[in-house]
C-alpha cells in the first residue's frame, strides 16, 4: 500500500497546467515523441518570430526533432519554408515540403541570393547553434528580419545583424519549468498542436527502433552518434 500511496502522489504532483489531450490520430508513441520539440518551436516561430503567410522562413537543422516540427509549423501557417541539412538529410527535408539546402556545399551568400534576391529571409530560426548562429545573422532580412534560435550560448558577434536593423530571440523551453512563469501556455501549445496534427499538418516522425529502460544506453549512444531516424522513445513498461 506505501508503494502504491507514492506511486499515486507522483501522479498527483503533476501540474494539470502542463497536460493535454493525445491527438486521435496518433499512437502513444508518436504523441510521446512531440512535445519538447512542437513547444520549442512553437515559441520560437509563433510566440516570438510570429511567423505569417507569405513570409519566407529559413530553418537551420530542417532534419533534426525540433528542424522537422519547425518545417511544419511554419508551413501550417503559410510560409515559404527554407531548410539547411547535410547530404544525407536533404531528402528528409523535401519529404516535409521545404526547400532543402546542403549547407556543406552552399554557402550562406550564395542561398540568399539565390531564394531571396538578396534581400534576406524574414524569419530564421536557428537549431543548431555556433557557427549556425553566427549564419542567422548574415542570412536575415534587413529592417523587417527576425532570428530566434534554441541554443544561443557562447559568444557571438552581434555586428552582422546590428548592420541590418534585424532582431533576435532566443528560446528556453524549460524555463516555465524551473520558474513556474509561464506554465499554462505549454499545455496552450500542445492543445493548439494537437489540432493541427488531427488536421494533418504536423507529424512527428519517430525511430522504428524500441528500446526500453534496460536498453536505454543503446538509445543514447544513438541520439550521440546522430545516427536516429526520427524521434528516439523509450517503452516504460
Known sequence: MGDLQGSLAEYVAVDARLLARKPESLSLREAAALPLAVITAW???VDRARVTAGQQVLVHGGAGGVGRIAVQLARARGAEVFATGSPRSVETIARLGATPIDYTSTAVEDYVTEYTGGEGFDVVLDTVGGAGLDQSFTAVRT?????????????HSLAPLSFRGASYSGVFALLPMLTGQGREHHG??????????DRGALRPLVDP?????????DAHAIVESGTGTGKIVIDVE
Request: hydrophobic share 50%; net charge neutral; aromatic share 8%.
Open 43 to 45: 515559441e520560437g516561430l
Open 209 to 217: 527502433r524500441r528500446f526500453t529502460l534496460a536498453t536505454v544506453t
Open 143 to 155: 529592417y523587417t528580419g527576425h532570428v530566434v534560435s534554441v541554443l544561443g550560448w557562447g559568444t
Open 188 to 197: 496552450e501549445i500542445l492543445r493548439d498542436a494537437a489540432v493541427l496534427v
